[in-house]
């Protein structure tokens, strides 16, 4: 069963950086996009990153021009590069990956951003 694992989360203070990885146990069959998502207490879960199986990208405002989304087809690992952090960026992020007929979530990875 393809599974997705997550790493690299943890506390840092704002300015700092972090790199998320979610790599998929197995191969997932026609993979069109991946992406991270974030979600806080009490709120709905919102699109961070994504980027399709040709490498278009796309993000949403708050963290364009400091975030970067990137794979590893090799690793069947994506990553999001998180710069000049803010502590609205606190949030549990969530990575997924979709084909043509489903999707996979990972299981989160807590991002603390505080001083």
């Known amino acids: 069963q393809v599974q997705l694992v997550e790493s690299g989360g943890g506390l840092v203070q704002p300015g700092g950086s972090l790199r998320l990885s979610c790599a998929a146990s197995?191969?997932?069959?026609?993979?069109?996009?991946m992406g991270w998502y974030r979600q806080v207490p009490g709120k709905q879960r919102e699109m961070v990153a994504t980027?399709?199986?040709?490498?278009?990208?796309n993000y949403t405002d708050s963290v364009k021009g400091r975030f970067t989304i990137s794979r590893d087809i090799a690793k069947n690992t994506v990553y999001l590069q998180m710069n000049s952090l803010k502590p609205e960026d606190t949030a549990v992020y969530y990575c997924?990956?979709?084909?043509?007929?489903?999707?996979?979530w990972g299981q989160g990875t807590q991002v603390t951003v505080s001083s």
């Open positions: 197995g191969s997932i069959f026609s993979i069109v996009a």
């Open positions: 980027i399709t199986s040709g490498g278009s990208t």
């Open positions: 997924k990956f979709n084909n043509y007929r489903t999707y996979y």
